[in-house]
């Protein structure tokens, strides 16, 4: 397993934006897929977006589909959750987890990080 750090959350308006990054402690992050999942209060975790572990295939919910981005720092072991146009409806827990090379279970899960949007 891999610890997983976010950061990044916090309150922010309507309409704005906020970048969580999240930290791995792996010298072997090159072989993991990263996820970023959200749960609202009274639902489900729900899967929001993904990318490989070259960095080039990248997958997206419906609803963050547009406004949100996933991007990977190999280098700095870092995966990113740029987020745009936020909604109230985006309110939630963010975590960021991992997945290993061959693998399908979601093994490593960071502590998670809110995200308020209200004006």
């Known amino acids: 397993q891999v610890q997983l750090v976010e950061s990044g959350g916090g309150l922010v308006q309507p309409g704005g934006s906020l970048r969580l990054p999240c930290a791995a402690s792996?010298?072997?992050?090159?072989?993991?897929?990263m996820g970023w999942f959200r749960q609202a209060p009274g639902k489900e975790r729900e899967l929001i977006a993904a990318?490989?572990?070259?960095?080039?295939?990248?997958h997206y919910g419906d609803c963050v589909k547009g406004r949100f981005t996933v991007s990977r720092d190999n280098a700095k072991n870092t995966s990113y959750l740029r987020m745009n146009s936020l909604k109230p409806e985006d309110t939630a827990v963010y975590y960021c987890?991992?997945?290993?090379?061959?693998?399908?279970?979601?093994?490593?899960w960071g502590q998670g990080t809110q995200v308020t949007v209200s004006s």
């Open positions: 987890a991992a997945k290993f090379r061959g693998e399908n279970v979601w093994a490593s």
């Open positions: 792996t010298q072997r992050f090159t072989l993991y897929t």
């Open positions: 990318l490989d572990p070259s960095g080039r295939n990248s």
